[in-house]
């Protein structure tokens, strides 16, 4: 089941929107070199700010079992690389996983809904392991923005986002059940971040309607928070109550 198929088809429809658009396939030998904790940049030693306040940001990681455009690792760069930035400017990093199948368990039972809510949350919190020299990573979980201070020593040493790209992969292909991964940084101002945060913001709560199912959700749907959910991903309301084992009852819309 294709949990995040809605919002994997927009992020598809965008990426073809860009046919300039860069793409690195993963090379181990070309990933940028990271600390071992978080590094604090302090603003007088930054070039820029990514996604700094009043310009757009976004930041999410989804999942996908279904063969296709996310089989191959790669990098994807949509508007200007580091070395091309000259001030704050609006940006995004999303991250499309390829999953091994079962990985996230049959989807039939309870506890493959809690094998599939740590898996996720795992697989999301490996951003926050990723300590690139030079670049300071400020993640909101509230509000689904990643904001990145630059230092000047950092470009003056040639960091590029093919580099960032390889180290963040090799984290992510390192993951027992991660077949393939796919970055996409995005700089391009045209974009609309807004619906990006919005998408950011789906896929967390899709993320969340496993842990829900562990707590028991309504069978009245109309009251039920989750619905919005259930409208867009197809098998999601089906998956609900097949986790309730609920003899036979169906949810009331």
């Not at 999303?94 to 493959?112: F, H, I, K, P, Q």
């Not at 000047?152 to 090799?170: C, S, W």
Request: with cysteine; hydrophobic share 35%.
């Amino acid at each position: 089941m294709e949990f995040y198929q809605p919002v994997l088809e927009r992020l598809e429809t965008l990426i073809q929107q860009y046919p300039d658009r860069r793409e690195y396939s993963y090379d181990e030998t070309k990933r940028w070199p990271e600390t071992k904790r978080f590094e604090l940049i302090m603003a007088r030693d930054a070039a820029y700010e990514l996604g700094a306040s009043g310009t757009g940001a976004a930041n999410y990681t989804c999942v996908t079992m279904k063969e296709g455009h996310w089989t191959d690792n790669k990098t994807i760069v949509i508007g200007s690389d580091l070395n091309e930035i000259a001030t704050d400017t609006s940006y995004a990093r999303l991250v499309v996983l390829a999953l091994e199948e079962g990985l996230l368990g049959d989807t039939t039972s309870r506890a493959s809904s809690e094998q599939a809510f740590h898996t996720l949350q795992k697989l999301d919190f490996i951003k926050y392991h990723v300590f690139p020299k030079g670049y300071m990573i400020r993640t909101s979980a509230e509000t689904f923005r990643e904001q990145v201070r630059v230092q000047n020593e950092a470009l003056r040493e040639g960091i590029t986002f093919e580099q960032l790209g390889n180290t963040f992969l090799k984290h992510y292909l390192e993951v027992k059940g991660v077949k393939a991964a796919t970055v996409v940084f995005l700089t391009d101002p045209a974009i609309d971040y807004e619906a990006l945060k919005a998408d950011a913001r789906k896929v967390h709560e899709i993320t969340l309607t496993f842990s829900r199912i562990l707590e028991g959700i309504p069978t009245d749907c109309s009251i039920c928070s989750l619905k919005p959910i259930c409208d867009e991903v197809e098998g999601m309301r089906e998956l609900h109550f097949g986790k309730q084992e609920m003899g036979g009852r169906k949810p009331v819309d």
